[in-house]
């Protein structure tokens, strides 16, 4: 039986996933999508963690996290792609960058792909 913080995590991740997607189609802050994506994929790896009683740390860099869930089943090892994609999206979005920085409507989609790969694999895994 899943936790209750374990659920609490996923209905949270839910808000962020949900949000991001209602966005996609009416509106051009981008950015902000991109950043609810990243939120959502944070918040399935910790509600992963937190299920199966790992090391929660309080952390935002999902390859982290990655490794972290990767300790109770190695074939996580899948999600790390949409990791990688999304992990930027924490900084980059929110904050004045010395580097190139581009959010449209495609790296929205794209990051909504990524976004809903974390959040299957997880939701299956924990059977929710």
């Given at each position: 039986m899943l936790p209750e913080i374990a659920k609490e995590w996923i209905d949270k991740a839910e808000e962020d996933y949900g949000f991001a997607c209602a966005g996609i189609e009416c509106t051009n802050y981008f950015p902000q999508i991109c950043?609810?994506?990243?939120?959502a994929a944070e918040k399935y790896l910790k509600a992963f963690i937190v299920a199966n009683d790992l090391e929660f740390r309080p952390v935002h860099n999902l390859l982290e996290l990655l490794e972290i869930c990767r300790q109770n089943n190695p074939n996580l090892e899948e999600l790390r792609l949409a990791c990688r994609f999304?992990?930027?999206f924490y900084i980059d979005t929110r904050?004045?960058?010395?580097?190139?920085?581009?959010?449209?409507?495609?790296?929205?989609?794209?990051?909504k792909e990524?976004?809903?790969?974390?959040?299957?694999?997880?939701?299956?895994?924990?059977?929710?």
């Open positions: 950043f609810h994506f990243q939120q999304l992990n930027p904050y004045p960058v010395h580097w190139p920085a581009h959010y449209d409507k495609n790296t929205a989609v794209k990051a990524m976004a809903a790969n974390i959040r299957s694999w997880i939701k299956k895994t924990l059977n929710v």
